[in-house]
Structure formats: structure tokens, C-alpha cells
């Protein structure tokens, strides 16, 4: 593999409500073509996470230590004024289907719209994890299946425990 190319300076944002072996297995890969990535939880309660941004951010510190030129941090707003900010010149997606890829292209259209300098890329995700979400893994999780190999181990017991304790407090 030849080295990254330094000058690129990536944010790959998201929810990660949890992060899947699908995100970490893109950041793997991302990680290997620009200088410096930034995975980027967004700020955003609307969407009824199960995880705090605070839990997110520090499972994405944990399974993510392993990768020295990959960041964590979030952000509440327009992407693209993010990245701005963090002097990033790249966004980085995933597509796992053809169902991604309309959201995700009006997604990139209207970044480029309101930043044209800064470039999205997609990058496929590997045929293992191209079913895998955290929503279906959260569900599943939820009616008891076994999710192991669809999230890091340490991820994995953590979303057996927050889901034991939002059911408690639903009854
Ligand atoms: O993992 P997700 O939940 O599909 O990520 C969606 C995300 C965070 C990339 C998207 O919702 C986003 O960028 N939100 C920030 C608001 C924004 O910039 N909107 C304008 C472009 S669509």
C-alpha cells in the first residue's frame, strides 16, 4: 500500500449510535489514503439516540486507538462549516447499497452547493458489513440475537447494559 496522501485531511461523520465493525472497518480503510481523519459524532437529540454524544465519543476513543491519524469529535450545525473549521478538505461516506446512494448523493450535492472546495468520496463498504447498521444492530441486540463479529467486543457489552437499562426505565 503506497502512503496516504498527507495533504488530505478527512472527516467521516455520523451518528455511531453504536459504531459497528462496518464504520471501524471504513475508518480502517480511509485512514490508510489521507494525512489525518476525524470521525465526527453529530450533535443531535431529535434523533432519540441510545448512547449519549459523551458515551459515543468515548467508544469511538476506545476502538480507535489503534489508528494514529484518526481523531474523534463532534459537531452540531452544517457539516461542511465544520470541517471548515477543522481545516478539512474531504468528506468521507460509506455506501453499503444502492438504497444508500440516494440519500448520500443529495447529502454530497448539497455539501458541494454550500462548499465546493471541500470534496466528498465514498468509499464501498466491504461485502461483510454491507448489512450491518446500528439501527438493525440495536434491534437485534434488543430481541436477544447474537450480534458478535457485527460490533468490537467491548461495544458489544456495553449495548447489552444500555439496553437492559432503557427497558428497565420504559416499564
Ligand atoms: O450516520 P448518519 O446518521 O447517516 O449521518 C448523517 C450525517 C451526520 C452525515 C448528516 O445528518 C449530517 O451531515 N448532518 C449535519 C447537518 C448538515 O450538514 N446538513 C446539510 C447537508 S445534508
Known amino acids: 500500500m503506497s502512503a496516504p496522501t498527507a ?3 478527512a472527516i467521516y461523520p455520523g451518528s455511531f449510535d453504536p459504531i459497528t465493525n462496518g464504520h471501524l472497518d471504513l475508518i480502517a480503510r ?3 489514503l ?3 481523519l476525524e470521525v465526527a459524532v453529530l450533535r443531535n437529540e431529535a434523533k432519540q439516540p441510545l448512547f449519549s454524544v459523551e458515551e459515543r465519543i468515548e467508544m469511538l476513543h476506545e476502538v ?3 489508528y494514529p491519524n484518526v481523531e474523534v469529535g ?3 450545525g452544517l457539516l461542511v462549516d465544520y470541517a471548515a473549521e477543522r481545516g478539512a478538505n474531504m ?3 460509506g455506501i453499503r447499497a444502492i438504497s444508500d446512494y440516494e440519500y448520500e448523493l443529495q447529502m454530497a450535492l448539497m455539501n458541494r452547493r454550500l462548499r465546493p472546495e471541500i470534496e466528498t468520496a ?4 466491504s461485502e461483510a458489513y454491507s448489512f450491518v447498521s446500528s439501527k438493525m444492530v440495536k434491534e437485534v441486540c434488543s430481541l436477544g440475537g447474537n ?3 457485527l460490533v468490537p467486543p467491548s461495544i458489544e457489552g456495553r449495548l447489552k447494559n444500555a439496553l437492559k437499562l432503557y427497558k428497565l426505565h420504559r416499564v
Do not use: D
Not at 122 to 125: G, H, Q, R, V
Open 7 to 9: 495533504c488530505l485531511i
Open 30 to 32: 480511509a485512514s490508510r
Open 34 to 36: 489521507v494525512g489525518r
Open 64 to 66: 480507535l486507538q489503534p
Open 74 to 76: 463532534s459537531f452540531e
Open 91 to 93: 468528506v468521507v461516506r
Open 122 to 125: 465514498f468509499l464501498m463498504a
Open 147 to 149: 450480534i458478535s463479529g
